[in-house]
Structure formats: structure tokens, C-alpha cells
């Protein structure tokens, strides 16, 4: 994870049409770390929830083949059960709940390195076609670093 | 236009949406009469892909209404759209 680039996941170790995991270790030191909080560094919920929607958004954006851009558009019921340490290393679940017609409503879930539930979030992606082909390029050059075929 | 279909839809509407059941005519637009933004419509177009089993082709609806292929009352006034939804029920089978 990076997390000032919004860098969530470090690869995607399994996907098909409808789920996808992926791995990340939190970083052991981060600017994001220094105001939250300082003495006590721990990942802003939000983040886990960014980290969530990233893992959907790739599993989203594999399905329609480098088509379309996922956006964040919803975040229902979430839950942040536990804290997010650096160094810490987890494991991110996206499974599609239902794909419908430019956009898509997925269930995410963080686990920790012992395999415990830290986060959960029902949410919706739309998906719109990307603005400019060079993003297009980028997005599928991120996504085969990160493990995507 | 089923009734049943109306009222289900208009359900729909008012509980995802949170707009008074009585104003949901079948003359109402549901975007310029009711008050529900893109991201509301979005929660509604989920909610009745679940409740009857259909994907319902909103991009391709927008797109016919603003490329004027289609008058947007066949689509986003609550008459017309009971009537699209019993047509994608229809053509599931």
C-alpha cells in the first residue's frame, strides 16, 4: 500500500467472474499516519473502505474488459470492525451482488493476517466509459503489475 | 400498463427514495415531478432489478432520450416505465 497514491492493494491473488481477493501490507510509515494519529498510527476507516471499493472496482473493470471505468458512487453498511496497523498485512474479498446496467453493487470485506473480519461494506460502482484512452492504458498496465491477466 | 406492476414500482420509490406515495401518479416524470437525482435513480433501477428479476437497460434508455431517438415520457414517466418493466418481465419468460 501507498497510501497517499491511493494505492490499496499490492496484487490480486485470485479472481473469476464474480469475486476477486487480493493482498496488501500496510506501509510502516506514511504521511496519512502522522495526523491519524500522531503517536498512534492506525488506517483511516475510509481508507478501508477506499481499499474495499478498489478491489471491486478492478474485479468490475476486468469483467467489462478494460471498457469501462468503475467510480465509487455508494457506500452502504459499513462496518469497521477492527483497527489496521502498519505493517499490517491483510486479505480484500469483492463479490459481485448484482451487475446491472452501468453499474454494479458489490460486498467487500478486509480480513487480517489471521484471517479475522476488520471491515465490511455493501457498495455501488458505476461504470463509465474511460475519458481518455491514455487512462485506459493505465488502468491495464496497473492492473497486469497487479496480477490481472 | 399492469397495475400490479405500477404499484410495486411506485413502492419502490417511495420507500428507496423517500417521496410521498401520493405523489407518485402515473402521469409523474420521475426525475422533473418527484425529485430523485441520478444516484436515488440508481438505488430505485437496483431495487426493481431485484424485484422482478430483470436488468433494466437504463444507459441504453438515456442514451435513445438524449440522441432524441425516443421521447424521455416512454421511459421516465411512471406510466411508460411500468410499461417498459412489464415488457423486460415479458421477455424473460
Known sequence: ?149 | MAADTFDRIADIIAETANVDRATITPEAHVINDLGIDSLDFLDIVFAIDKEFGIKVPVEAWTEQVNTGKAPAEQFFIMKGLAERIDELVAAKG
Open chain 1, 1 to 149: 500500500m501507498i497510501l497517499e497514491r491511493f494505492s490499496m492493494l499490492d496484487r490480486i491473488v485470485a479472481h473469476d467472474a464474480e469475486t476477486l481477493t487480493a493482498e496488501a501490507t500496510l506501509p510502516l510509515e506514511s504521511p496519512v499516519f502522522e495526523g491519524h494519529f500522531p503517536g498512534f498510527p492506525i488506517l483511516p476507516g475510509v481508507l478501508m473502505i477506499e481499499t474495499m471499493a478498489q478491489a471491486g472496482g478492478w474485479l468490475m473493470v476486468s469483467r467489462l474488459a478494460f471498457e469501462r471505468m468503475p467510480l465509487l458512487a455508494k457506500v452502504g453498511e459499513a462496518k469497521m470492525r477492527g483497527m489496521l496497523r502498519p505493517g499490517d498485512a491483510v486479505t480484500i474479498e469483492a463479490k459481485l451482488v448484482h451487475d446491472g446496467s452501468g453499474y454494479a453493487v458489490l460486498a467487500g470485506r478486509i480480513r487480517d493476517a489471521a484471517g479475522k473480519p476488520v471491515a465490511d461494506a455493501e457498495y455501488t460502482l458505476r461504470t463509465l466509459p474511460f475519458p481518455e484512452e491514455s487512462l485506459r492504458a493505465l488502468v491495464r498496465a496497473r492492473g497486469t503489475e497487479l496480477g490481472l491477466p
